[in-house]
């Protein structure tokens, strides 16, 4: 079952903060956070491996909070570059090996100057 | 260092017809993952190889088959063609798993393979 990413989409200025939400019904081993611009391949930008956990990357960090099995992602003081399509994908506990990531629809994000 | 490579870029089939879409991983990675992404769907896990065995399979129907060959390069077939297959198909690789504490590593994805089925 996919995660559930909100918002579907967010138009921001530039300087501006955001938030996105990935949130799943099953107990989780780890979120993943990938970014993926207009015609081009998503990028790998953290994983989340122990509930509570919070890593950064540059201005974008996010946090990990296992008894909700929900990820946040925050970027800080948006910059046009961060404009493009946030994926979080997950693994659960259901496999014995590697399962694949499940990844949410999506998180459109635009950056107005 | 050069991307993963994924041939070809783009690709238009009719319904009924089969294609067989290329990957040539990192170099030293050897294991290959495979996902469908759809603007309906996101991205849906589609299998994962490592060392020419297939390690997990995602919910697709059976139409949907991959290999991996000893130089670590993968394909994937799609056969009997449906409309709904139309999507870019991806492509992604890791190193060798168990380096790290994640099952699934860090995935290094190729531009992918554009599939339109008419």
């Known amino acids: 079952q996919q995660p559930v990413q909100s918002p579907q989409a967010v138009i921001l200025r530039e300087g501006e903060d955001a938030v996105i939400n990935c949130s799943s019904s099953k107990a989780l081993y780890s979120v993943h956070w990938y970014r993926q611009k207009h015609g081009e391949a998503p990028v790998f930008l953290m994983i989340l491996l122990k509930g509570g956990e919070q890593k950064g990357h540059e201005k974008i960090s996010a946090s990990f909070n296992e008894k909700k099995q929900q990820s946040s992602l925050y970027l800080t003081a948006s910059q046009l570059s961060y404009s493009g399509t946030y994926f979080c994908g997950t693994e659960d506990y259901s496999g014995g090996g590697a399962d694949g990531l499940t990844f949410g629809k999506g998180t459109h994000l635009i950056i107005q100057p | 260092k050069a991307g993963v490579t994924q041939t070809p870029r783009y690709l238009i089939k009719t319904r009924g017809q089969q294609v067989t879409l290329s990957c040539s991983p990192i170099?030293?990675?050897?294991?290959v993952s495979w996902y469908q992404q759809t603007p309906g769907q996101g991205l849906q896990f589609l299998f994962e190889y490592f060392s020419e065995t297939q390690r997990n399979k995602g919910n697709f129907p059976g139409r949907f088959s991959g290999r991996q060959f000893s130089n670590s390069r993968s394909e994937m077939n799609v056969s009997t063609l449906e409309l709904g297959d139309s999507a870019l198909y991806l492509c992604?690789?890791?190193?060798?798993?168990?380096?790290?504490?994640?099952?699934?590593?860090?995935?290094?994805f190729g531009e992918g393979s554009r599939l339109t089925v008419l």
């Open positions: 992604a690789s890791t190193p060798s798993v168990g380096q790290i504490a994640s099952r699934t590593g860090e995935l290094f």
């Open positions: 170099s030293g990675h050897r294991s």
